[in-house]
Every structure is written in C-alpha cells, then in structure tokens.
C-alpha cells in the first residue's frame, strides 16, 4: 500500500507540473559565434571558443534538456502513471488475482522488486524514447498547450498497439480488465506523458543557460543521471563525440527541421505516420474492449 501511495504522490506531482507550466513554448537557446550566422554570432559574448567547444556547448543544453524529461517523465508519469494503472486493473478483477501476467508478474502482488524492474526495463526506456522523439518533432506539433496532448495520441497511436501499452497480442488483457477501463487509463497516461513532456521542456529551455567558463554545474547537473543510466550515458557519449568532430551537424539539423519546408514536411510525415498506424490501433482498441 506504501509504494501505491508513493507512486500517487508521484503522478499527482507529474500532473501538478504538468498543469503549471502547460503554457510555457519551447525555445532553443542561442548559438555561440563560432557555429551561429547573423544576429547569434553578433551578440555572443564568447566569439573566442573554438568552433569544437561551441559545438559541444550546443549538443550539452540539448543533452541535458533530453536526459532532464526523460528522467522526470519516467518516473513521475510513465513509471508512477503506469504501476498506477496496474494496480487499478488489478484492483477491478479480483477473480485474476494470483494469476501471471506477461512479464511473469503475480496480478494483486505489490512488490519493491517488480515495481523496480517494471521502472528499469520498461518505463525509463519508453520515456527517453518518448523524450528524443518529442525533440524531434517538437517544431512539427501544433503551438501552446495543444501540442504536447498531441504528441502523446501520436505516441498512443503510432506505438500502442505494436509495442505497448494496448498491443492486442498482450495476454494481460485476458487476464485483468474491463478493456474499456484499460484503454482509457492508457490513453489518459498518454495525453498527460505529452503534456508533461512539453511543459518540462518549455520551462526548462527558458531556464536554462549553456555551459561556460562562469556557469558550468548547473547547466550539466542533469547529465548524472545519464550516468547512473549506462545506456543512456553511453549513446550521449557517441553523441557528444560526433558534435565535437562535427559541430555544425546539429546545428545544421536543428535549422532544417524547424525551416518552413521542414516543418511543413514534418507535419506531413507525422499525419502519414497516424493514417498508417490507426488500422492497427483502432483493431486492438475494438478487440481490448471486447474481452
């Protein structure tokens, strides 16, 4: 009961967070010199650094930016939001109790260690997954507080039923339920996981700074978390080496993608993305529902 409780103080923070900053937009952070044109590089008090380091200035905001919502949001939404709903399903099919679930877990056991393996292999994952994809296609959402709420039906739609959460093939769904219950706790996850997303990501990129010889702690503090999570340090790691070798890439890639062609493009190719998906969604919506 202590850890459902923890995990609805958690969610209740997410929501809280989620609610309070809805309204702030993202905006990426100005370049130093020796990557920027125009206006950026005329203002940049550090017109000395070398084009390398200023390269590895940008990448560290981004990275940072990452490694701060998709640890926030794997914990606060889709770890304490998931383990939430397990236990809500659970609660409504007490004839399911004792059972086995897909992932080997006993359906009405509260256990540390399931909820830690569950957090580990299941929700940080999905949420640094769901962190790098929002970077991405953040200039393609719509503006204010619509587009995170979007982004997490895009997410619901277009990974959902091919991977989790309402994937048709999941036996789970034999064994707790009503269905109607389920997909609606999903979905409501979802739209609060994009809400929380861009809400993190807009407040932050206010906050803020890039690294520099005054301001280096703060800026990168966020970045010990990749740490403690290997994989995630180490695919950063190759990241920051290839900004280094290449430190207009980014830069380069940021600018394409929030051009008025990539942007149209984009918008484009997440609709594609939905059309192809939504077969599939709504197929295992209709066959949850009916078990």
């Known amino acids: 009961m202590l850890l459902m409780v923890v995990c609805g103080i958690l969610l209740a923070v997410g929501v809280a967070v989620a609610l309070r900053w809805s309204g702030e937009r993202f905006v990426a952070p100005q370049r130093p010199a020796a990557v920027a044109r125009g206006p950026d590089a005329a203002s940049d008090p550090t017109r000395w650094m070398p084009r390398h380091l200023a390269g590895l200035r940008i990448y560290a905001w981004w990275a940072t930016v990452f490694t701060a919502i998709g640890t926030l949001s794997g914990f606060l939404v889709v770890g304490a939001g998931g383990r939430l709903v397990m236990r809500l399903l659970a609660a409504t099919s007490p004839d399911a109790t004792g059972r086995s679930t897909e992932a080997q877990a006993i359906v009405g056991e509260i256990s540390p260690e399931g ?67 389920a997909v609606l706790a999903f979905a409501a996850l979802a739209v609060l996981h994009g809400a929380f997303l861009a809400a993190v990501a807009g407040r932050l990129s206010h906050g803020l700074p890039l690294v520099s010889r005054e301001r280096w702690a703060g800026p990168i503090t966020p970045l010990l978390a990749a740490v403690v999570l290997f994989p995630v340090g180490f695919v950063l790691a190759i990241g920051a080496l290839v900004a280094f070798i290449a430190p207009r890439l980014l830069p380069w890639f940021l600018d394409l993608r929030a051009s008025r062609p990539g942007v149209l493009i984009g918008r484009v190719l997440l609709g594609l993305a939905v059309l192809a998906a939504l077969p599939a969604f709504v197929s295992a919506v209709f066959s949850i529902v009916q078990r």
């Not at 991405?136 to 039906?153: D, I, K, N, Q, T």
């Not at 997410?155 to 707790?176: H, K, S, Y």
């Open 115 to 181: 909820t830690l393996a569950y957090l580990v292999f299941g929700a940080l994952p999905f949420a640094f997954a769901s962190a790098a994809l929002y970077l991405l296609v953040e200039p393609w959402l719509p503006r204010g507080r619509l587009g995170g709420a979007s982004f997490g039906l895009v997410l619901l739609v277009c990974v959902g039923p091919f991977i989790d959460p309402l994937r048709a093939a999941n036996v789970d769904f034999d064994v707790v339920g009503p269905g109607w219950l």
